[in-house]
Nanobody, 129 residues
Framework: QVQLVESGGGLVQAGGSLRLSCAAS????????MGWFRQAPGKEREFVGA????????YYGDSVKGRFTFSRDNAKNTVYLQMNSLKPEDTDVYYC??????????????????????WGQGTQVTVSS
């Protein structure tokens, strides 16, 4: 089992920045990839980005590319999502999730929620205009 705890959400004005954190615990050696998604009420989860647990590969959704960036603290098993130039349309609940090792990952599968095995509880990001 892997446990994920997100933090860092809040209220920010348009153009501002926030940094979300996702701390993993438990069987972290079994993690292959971490993804971030966001979801508004009544809508499907939207892919924000993903990073291999080794840090070798990083992907971003088209709507956040150039504004959001991953970083990590390996000693803390924590991945950070730095969100800059925030827009009101970035308002959502943000979730981190991890996919396990020992599975087959097809090209681009990191974009889909069903790829992931464990999820955090979500953190609310609200961007005011």
């Amino acid at each position: 089992q892997v446990q994920l705890v997100e933090s860092g959400g809040g209220l920010v004005q348009a153009g501002g920045s926030l940094r979300l954190s996702c701390a993993a615990s438990g069987r972290t050696l079994s993690i292959y990839i971490m993804g971030w998604f966001r979801q508004a009420p009544g809508k499907e989860r939207e892919f924000v980005g993903a990073t291999s647990w080794s840090g070798g590969s990083t992907y971003y959704g088209d709507s956040v590319k150039g504004r959001f960036t991953f970083s990590r603290d390996n000693a803390k098993n924590t991945v950070y999502l730095q969100m800059n130039s925030l827009k009101p349309e970035d308002t959502d609940v943000y979730y981190c999730a991890v996919g396990k090792t020992g599975k087959t990952y097809y090209s681009g599968s990191y974009r889909y929620p069903q790829t992931y095995d464990y999820w955090g509880q979500g953190t609310q990001v609200t961007v005011s205009s």
